[in-house]
């Protein structure tokens, strides 16, 4: 349909026609590839509490991308990158960020660390030499000599 035609439509028949498109947009929006997906956040459901969230599903909350790491009913009690969600939650990133000590990863304090990246927190720029496995919670600087070195 061209602008043209949706225009010449009776405000009601718009609203459906674009309501259609939006859910067949967004289900073509769960093939995308992560660095895509960043780029068009406002194309994944929000995360809302009380809702059955699958494994794998990609969801917006704030200004971030996060992706379910494990099937269970969101709960107000844990929120996206907030304290005791790593096993639930795990922000996506940009590929390529992380590479270079100019280009390091912001830790949000809900990320697993992987070897050979850089990333930085309260303006330091730390080397993993330890990938985690998992999404740590703790501060970067708990971390020094455990999982990271400060980069220097």
């Known amino acids: 349909m061209t602008i043209e035609q949706l225009l010449a439509l009776e405000p009601r028949q718009q609203v459906e026609f674009i309501r259609n498109l ?14 895509d997906a960043l780029s068009g956040i406002e194309l994944f459901p929000v995360w809302k509490p009380d809702v059955t969230c699958e494994n794998g599903v990609r969801l917006r909350y704030g200004e971030k991308l996060y992706r379910v790491r494990q099937a269970h009913t969101s709960s107000e009690l844990y ?8 096993a639930l939650y795990e922000e996506v990133e940009r590929p390529g960020q992380g590479d270079s000590p100019s280009n390091p990863i912001s830790y949000n304090n809900n990320m697993k660390l992987i070897e050979g990246k850089y990333y930085s927190q309260n303006g330091v720029v730390y080397e993993c030499f330890r990938s985690t496995g998992a999404a740590v919670y703790n501060d970067l600087s708990a971390l020094v000599d455990i999982y990271v070195h400060v980069y220097e």
């Not at 939006?22 to 660095?35: H, N, Q, T, W, Y």
């Not at 929120?79 to 790593?86: A, D, I, R, S, W």
């Open 22 to 35: 939006r859910a067949l947009i967004e289900k073509a929006a769960v093939s995308l590839s992560d660095e």
């Open 79 to 86: 929120v996206p990158g907030g304290e005791g969600t790593q």
